[in-house]
């Protein structure tokens, strides 16, 4: 599947709205928004015709060579982050595989990172909603938080902040997400891969 050079990019933070889940696993795909956001150098405003926060902006170099980005924050929670993502395309006219989420991901250890394109949801319910309303041929940016310990339920530990362990990496993990998917709209797939898959 090849994306259109010259068409923006959607990139989509996966996450729960409100200062009371700001800081859970399950919002790690709003941290890289948030830091993507600072990198474009303007604020999230509320979008017109869907049920999010949006920034337009470019990445990569200075200039008319940096890629034109729309970056977005679903509004609704995370199992209902198809609709809002599906009015963006439409509205941006965004071919499915210009959009990149950002999400956690339970399979991969605290910190590990994939690229990839396409695939299953893996129970992921923000990816549930968002290849319901698209289909599943859109990139992801998979940010490994591991399995919950012990016998803790998986919405009990998604939900939870990170640990004081992880809080130390958590800066460090997120600013290399954000230059990964930054790698994946400015140079392609494969060399992003090559670059930051661990």
Request: aromatic share 8%; proline share 5%; glycine share 14%.
């Amino acid at each position: 599947m090849t994306t259109d050079a010259n068409a923006p990019w959607l990139i989509v933070g996966l996450g729960n709205p409100g200062p009371g889940y700001a800081a859970n696993r399950h919002n790690v795909g709003f941290m890289v928004a948030d830091l993507l956001a600072e990198r474009i150098g303007g604020s999230f405003k509320r979008a017109q015709k869907a049920q999010a926060l949006v920034i337009e902006g470019r990445l990569g170099a200075p200039g008319p060579t940096g890629r034109r980005v729309v970056l977005a924050k679903p509004s609704s929670y995370m199992n209902l982050s198809g609709g809002p993502v599906a009015g963006l395309r439409d509205f941006y006219k965004v071919g499915t595989a210009n959009i990149v989420a950002i999400h956690d991901e339970l399979d991969l250890d605290f910190g590990a990172l994939r690229l990839k394109l396409g695939g299953g949801d893996n129970g992921h319910n923000g990816l549930k909603s968002m290849t319901k309303a698209m289909g599943p041929d859109y990139h992801r940016a998979r940010f490994g938080i591991g399995r919950p310990p012990g016998r803790m339920q998986v919405a009990d530990f998604v939900l939870k902040d990170f640990s004081s362990v992880e809080r130390k990496e958590l800066d460090y993990l997120v600013d290399r997400t954000a230059d990964a998917v930054e790698a994946l709209v400015t140079q392609g797939l494969e060399r992003a891969q090559g670059a930051y898959n661990s």
